[in-house]
């Protein structure tokens, strides 16, 4: 994909892939059978085409990084331990823009065997006037056993999740202090705790059984997002 796409074409293609998915539903919530997840067969489903700013959009290939390393180059977003993207943003505006990832948009690997991932919280970020930002965008895994992110493959950010089951914790973690940004550069094993705590929640519903009341216990006990 080259670096000049159009945002009018980037949302064309969301919108097609999206309504593909919502084609062919299959309304499993079950944990461990969610479509796409864990070790379910089948496609990731979205409820939500993906929300931009119309000042601000991807461009270029989205690629991964390597994964558990905590990048010094803009590192946004929640997770990290097995999924760590590279993505550029470009603001052609004579204005700065906010872009902004949706929490519960899932994010398709595009090379079979290896991870998707789950952008577990909204995320913001800032980009100048016409500049392109470049971001290691931290995220979750949702099929736990399967090879983490790689320089050499590609991802595709299809939608919101379908999964109630799995919209139900984004909703519970929507207030909670869990971005990267909020422990630099102090406090990174910190963030690696919480995170490594947050990817075992995610594998019980896309692998488990669900959530357990410690799951929710240590949920409930995160930090509110400072205002």
């Known amino acids: ?16 892939s999206f309504l593909s998915c919502q084609k062919h539903k299959s309304g499993n919530d079950d944990p461990g059978n969610i479509p796409g997840m864990g070790d379910a067969g089948g496609e990731l489903e979205v409820e939500d085409t993906l929300s931009f700013p119309i000042e601000s959009f991807f461009v270029g290939d ?7 390393i905590i990048p010094a180059d ?3 977003g929640s997770g990290g331990e097995w999924v760590i993207l590279d993505v550029s943003i470009q603001n052609i505006t004579g204005n700065g823009a906010d872009f902004y990832l949706l929490g519960g948009s899932v994010i398709e690997c595009q090379t079979e065997g290896y991870q998707h991932a789950i952008c577990i ?47 139900r914790l984004v909703e519970a973690l929507a207030n909670k202090k869990i971005d990267i940004r909020d422990y630099l550069p102090d406090n990174k094993n910190e963030f690696k705790e919480i995170s490594k705590e947050i990817q075992d929640i995610v594998w019980a519903i896309t692998n488990g059984s669900g959530l357990s009341d410690e799951d ?4 409930n006990s995160l930090p509110l997002i400072e205002k």
């Open 74 to 76: 803009n590192p946004v």
């Open 1 to 16: 994909m080259k670096k000049n796409i159009l945002l009018v074409a980037f949302s064309f293609l969301v919108v097609v």
């Open 62 to 68: 989205i690629a991964g990084c390597e994964a558990n």
């Open 216 to 219: 929710w216990t240590f949920i």
């Open 121 to 167: 919280q909204r995320i913001d970020i800032f980009v100048e006037a016409e500049t392109t930002k470049t971001c290691k965008l931290l995220v979750y895994c949702i099929n736990k056993g399967r090879s983490g992110s790689s320089p050499d493959i590609t991802y595709l950010i299809k939608g919101v999740s379908s999964s109630n089951r799995m919209m």
